[in-house]
């Protein structure tokens, strides 16, 4: 298959198929896919954690040569500067609306699965959803970019990102579409709304792939920055979550899953670059 083919439609697995698959745990039973979730989020830390590592750093390490050590070390702080700004508008938009409008039952039920809330705002929704709608499609963006990048560099590296970002957008799906029934709209808008942000995870994976296709010198910095995206969401994003379960039990299966996510990410590029 021609490679930019093959990146949108890695693209669209990435941001489309993963939302699918996530919406499939939320027919399960509530008490089975509450205790499912926190160990898709265990294994997704371990495979971004194994993807930023293993893979895409010694990418752009290896393609950048000594020289470019310092600019590799450069694009890795710009990108956990740009996730750590995008994460602190989303932050500030929630807290916003949530300072104008609570709603009834607001707080932390729509981290649950927001059952009995489609009526709350209206068949339109809270402007909160609009907000979670807007993260999504621009976080999708990146993680487009970030498959594009991973792609022109390897086609196997590409495979291994776009891995990692389809099991991190699991359970980032799940808690989305319980915000956006939370928000007000019904959960066959909240499903097709959610889903159609995937879509700009393929915007995003073409703009990337015609910016970087005439700059093929900064394909190492955009793997670099791109390992920094991912490391920040399995560093920031997900592990203060986990760490908020602290029992023996649930500590070792969380390093066990953890371990298999990263363990599956070596695995492969083992078997791939012997």
Not at 1 to 27: D, R, T
Not at 157 to 174: D, F, Q, S, Y
Not at 196 to 211: K, M, P
């Amino acid at each position: 298959m021609p490679l930019l083919p093959l990146i949108l439609l890695c693209a669209a697995v990435g941001g489309i198929a993963s939302a699918a698959f996530a919406l499939a745990l939320l027919w399960i039973p509530a008490e089975r896919s509450v205790r499912m979730l926190p160990h898709f989020v265990s294994f997704a830390t371990g495979a971004l954690l194994g993807a930023a590592l293993l893979a895409l750093l010694p990418e752009a390490m290896e393609s950048a040569g000594p020289a470019g050590a310092r600019g590799v070390g450069a694009a890795i702080l710009i990108g956990l500067g740009v996730f750590f700004v995008i994460e602190k508008l989303v932050l500030w938009w929630h807290s916003h609306e949530e300072a104008e409008d609570p709603g009834p039952g607001h707080g932390h039920a729509g981290h649950g699965h927001g059952h009995g809330h489609d009526h709350a705002h209206g068949p339109g929704g809270h402007p909160s959803g609009i907000l979670v709608l807007v993260g999504d499609s621009i976080h999708n963006a990146l993680d487009g970019v970030l498959i594009a990048a991973a792609f022109l560099k390897d086609p196997t590296l590409g495979l291994l990102t776009t891995c990692a970002v389809a099991a991190h957008e699991i359970p980032h799906r799940v808690g989305d579409f319980a915000l956006l029934v939370h928000a007000g709209f019904s959960r066959r808008r909240a499903l097709f709304l959610n889903l159609a942000t995937g879509l700009a995870s393929v915007i995003g994976a073409l703009a990337a792939y015609l910016a970087l296709g005439r700059a093929l010198g900064a394909l190492p910095y955009a793997l670099a920055f791109a390992a920094a995206g991912f490391l920040y969401i399995a560093v920031a994003g997900l592990i203060p979550g986990l760490q908020r379960r602290a029992d023996p039990r649930t500590s070792a299966i969380q390093v066990l899953l953890i371990s298999s996510g990263i363990a599956a990410i070596a695995l492969a590029e083992r078997l791939t670059h012997p």
